[in-house]
C-alpha cells in the first residue's frame, strides 16, 4: 500500500511553460484535493474532487486546472507558469463519510520554482 | 469555517506531556475540532478529531471544553520526533459539498532533550 504519491519531488519552470503535476493513491479513496503551501504559511486549497468525473474549486484555483477521470488519479495543471506559483504542492486524499472528510493522507509534496 | 486562535510557538521536555491549547470561540455545532501536524518539509499527517467529547487514540488525546470554545490536544510523552507544527482546524460537516480543510500557521512545537 503505496498511500499517496506524487511526481516529481522538485521542478524547475521558466515563466510561461506548462506542466502536470501528478498525484495518484492506492487506498480508494472518493475525495482527491491539491494544496500549496508558501514558506511560513499554512496550506491553501486548490481544488478538491468527491469523485471521478466531479471537480471542485478550492480558495486558491486561479491558473490550475485539475480533471478526474479515475479514482486513483488526480493530476494538476499549471497552464502558464508564473513566479507566484513558486510553492510546495501537496496531494491528499480521504475517505468521505457523508459529507465529511475524516482523516487525510498526505503525499510527500512537490517542489516547485518558477523562474 | 470557524475562525481559530494558535500560540506561534511552544517547548516542551522530551518525556513530557505537550499540552497545545486552541481557541475556537466561533464554532458553531455542527463543527468539528481536527488536528493535524506537519514534521519539517513533510506532508501534513492526521492526528485527530473530535465534535463534543473528548476522544482518544494511539497518538494523541483530544480535551474540547464544555462549551466547545476551546481545546487541548495532548501529547502524553513527548518525544523528539514530535517537534512539528501543529495545526488546529475547525470544520463544517454539512453543506453544498466536502470543500478542504482551511490550515493556519500553527503551533510550532519544539520538543527539548
Known amino acids: 500500500n503505496a498511500g499517496v504519491t506524487q511526481t516529481p519531488k522538485f521542478q524547475v519552470l521558466k515563466t510561461g511553460q506548462s506542466m502536470t503535476l501528478q498525484c495518484a493513491q492506492d487506498m480508494n479513496h472518493e475525495y482527491m484535493s491539491w494544496y500549496r503551501q508558501d514558506p511560513g504559511m499554512g496550506l491553501r486549497l486548490i481544488h478538491y474532487?468527491?469523485?471521478?468525473?466531479?471537480?471542485d474549486q478550492g480558495e486558491v484555483p486561479n491558473g490550475y486546472n485539475v480533471s478526474r477521470s479515475t479514482t486513483e488519479d488526480f493530476p494538476l495543471r499549471l497552464l502558464s507558469a508564473a513566479p507566484s506559483q513558486t510553492s510546495v504542492y501537496f496531494c491528499?486524499?480521504?475517505?468521505?463519510?457523508?459529507?465529511?472528510?475524516?482523516?487525510?493522507?498526505f503525499g510527500p509534496g512537490t517542489r516547485l520554482t518558477v523562474t | 469555517d470557524a475562525k481559530t486562535t494558535q500560540p506561534t510557538s511552544m517547548d516542551c521536555a522530551e518525556g513530557r506531556a505537550a499540552n497545545l491549547p486552541c481557541n475556537h470561540s466561533t464554532i458553531s455545532g455542527n463543527e468539528y475540532v481536527y488536528w493535524y501536524r506537519q514534521i519539517h518539509s513533510q506532508g501534513p499527517q492526521y492526528i485527530i478529531h473530535?465534535?463534543?467529547n473528548n476522544e482518544t487514540n494511539e497518538m494523541a488525546s483530544l480535551i474540547i471544553t464544555e462549551d466547545r470554545k476551546s481545546s487541548t490536544l495532548i501529547l502524553p510523552h513527548a518525544t523528539l520526533r514530535d517537534t512539528a507544527v501543529y495545526y488546529c482546524?475547525?470544520?463544517?460537516?454539512?453543506?453544498?459539498?466536502?470543500?478542504?480543510?482551511?490550515f493556519g500557521k500553527g503551533t510550532h512545537l519544539i520538543i527539548q532533550p
Open positions: 473530535g465534535l463534543k
Open positions: 491528499a486524499s480521504s475517505f468521505l463519510m457523508g459529507l465529511r472528510i475524516v482523516e487525510q493522507y
Open positions: 474532487s468527491v469523485g471521478a468525473g466531479i471537480t
Open positions: 482546524i475547525v470544520r463544517v460537516i454539512s453543506g453544498g459539498g466536502a470543500d478542504g480543510l482551511t
